[in-house]
């Protein structure tokens, strides 16, 4: 009868703690290693005062000028995309960054500016705007079909404002 009360205690020995202590150590290690990170501020750092902080001289003389440009104001759109039961409107307001010498002249042309760009629009799908990508790709469609009706090396790039899908 002894060997039978030594047979259950052998099977009814706890399991071993060593993986939970070593789940404590690595979680109080964790924890500090953070502290420490944002403390020091390699997370989070708080951000510089722009007023103290020095640029040297040469690299003011790499950086150079700003450009002479100047901006044409596109006049708002609201495009209906879809058909039917489907129908969604679009609000899109832009800018133009233009050379400043033709300034004058793409203000003249912009009913054509506004015309090709309502009439790309119009063609568009609600299915063209769902890509991550899909903004990139029309604003590039839109700048080469403005630099066609404007000519040349008048419009450097077309500025999207806003572009809101309801």
């Known amino acids: 009868m002894a060997d039978t009360e030594q047979a259950g205690a052998e099977v009814l020995e706890k399991p071993s703690k060593t993986p939970l202590l070593l789940g404590l150590l690595l979680a109080v290690a964790g924890g500090g290693g953070g ?3 944002v403390q020091s501020g ?4 708080a951000e510089s005062d722009a007023a103290s902080v020095e640029v040297p001289p040469d690299t003011i003389a790499q950086i150079g000028e700003m450009p002479d ?3 044409v104001p596109v006049e708002p759109l609201v495009v209906t995309l879809g058909s039917g039961a489907t129908r969604s409107h679009l609000r899109f307001r832009a800018q133009l ?3 400043p010498a033709y300034q004058a002249e793409v203000e003249t042309l912009m009913p054509r500016v506004v015309d090709v760009l309502n009439s790309y629009l119009r063609a ?3 299915s063209d705007l769902s ?3 899909a903004l990139v790709r029309l604003r590039a469609q839109m700048l080469r079909r403005v630099q066609i009706v404007t000519g040349g090396e008048r419009v450097n790039d077309l500025l999207i404002m806003e572009f809101v899908l309801n």
Do not use: N
């Open 35 to 37: 502290f420490f990170a």
């Open 69 to 71: 440009v100047a901006y």
């Open 124 to 126: 568009l799908e609600t």
């Open 131 to 133: 890509d991550s990508a």
């Open 97 to 99: 960054e233009v050379v």
């Open 42 to 45: 390699m997370i989070f750092g």
